[in-house]
């Protein structure tokens, strides 16, 4: 059976997908006080960023996968208006039960689907935007699921990726050290898991850098692709147009 990785782990690739439900079952309840600790609250403004330079149209229609708890998914539905519609997945049901609890909250009823992004239940040429934030380091299939978000775009449509990425050399050593001291004792102390949030510090490690995965884009269908990189690489905003 092939393999892959789990954090720095190897599993059966039939095992990943449980797994990392697992740890968003664990989080769910926790994960947007989590993101605002860790981030030190610039987790807002790296999402406000892919925002800006998606720039989703009044009308257009947009697909936010791996939309989690909703955050994205609200600022799109509010850039696209009610001319427009998104549509807000997850593979993960308690993540996506509370962005949709937290949509309804604040007067949006918008379609949320549960789905896996390698698998995507839509038909081809169905979006003008693809958006996944935070989300495509825990596929096990990276390059299919890129695969999938390039053939339900129209020609023409945006592809816009926010992930954690390869920090700058200078800062690597303080950013290891809070990431794997820090980061799950208050996962610990803060959402009673710091396992989790070992795992989340791990995948960043094992993604593919900036030019790996914008080549990786290229591979799957998209002619242009820009990267932009936020807070020293931390993360960074990989824009692709579908030819």
């Not at 303080?174 to 710091?194: C, I, T």
């Amino acid at each position: 059976m092939a393999r892959t990785h789990f954090g720095y782990q190897q599993v059966d690739e039939s095992d990943k997908s449980q797994r990392v439900r697992a740890v968003f079952d664990s989080v769910a309840g926790k994960y947007d006080l989590m993101n605002d600790l860790m981030s030190l609250g610039l987790h807002r403004v790296w999402k406000a960023y892919a925002i800006a330079v998606a720039a989703p149209k009044v009308g257009e229609v947009v697909l936010d996968i791996a939309a989690g708890t909703g955050d994205l998914t609200q600022a799109l539905a509010q850039r696209v208006g009610p001319g427009g519609c998104v549509v807000h997945t997850d593979i993960n049901a308690a993540m996506l039960s509370a962005g949709r609890d937290r949509l309804v909250d604040r007067g949006l009823s918008l379609p949320t689907v549960l789905c896996d992004a390698e698998s995507l239940p839509f038909a081809d040429d169905s979006f003008d935007l693809v958006t996944v934030s935070f989300g495509l380091r825990n596929m096990t299939h990276k390059e299919r699921a890129l695969t999938e978000m390039a053939r339900v775009l129209r020609p023409g449509g945006r592809l816009v990726v926010l992930e954690f990425s390869r920090v700058a050399e200078p800062l690597r050593k303080p950013y290891d050290w809070y990431s794997f001291q820090v980061l799950p004792r208050l996962g610990r102390w803060v959402a009673g898991d710091g396992e989790s949030y070992r795992y989340l510090a791990e995948s960043i490690r094992v993604h593919p850098p900036q030019a790996e995965l914008k080549a990786m884009l290229k591979t799957v269908g998209f002619g242009h692709v820009d990267v932009h990189n936020l807070s020293a690489g931390v993360v960074a905003v990989h824009v692709g147009l579908r030819c």
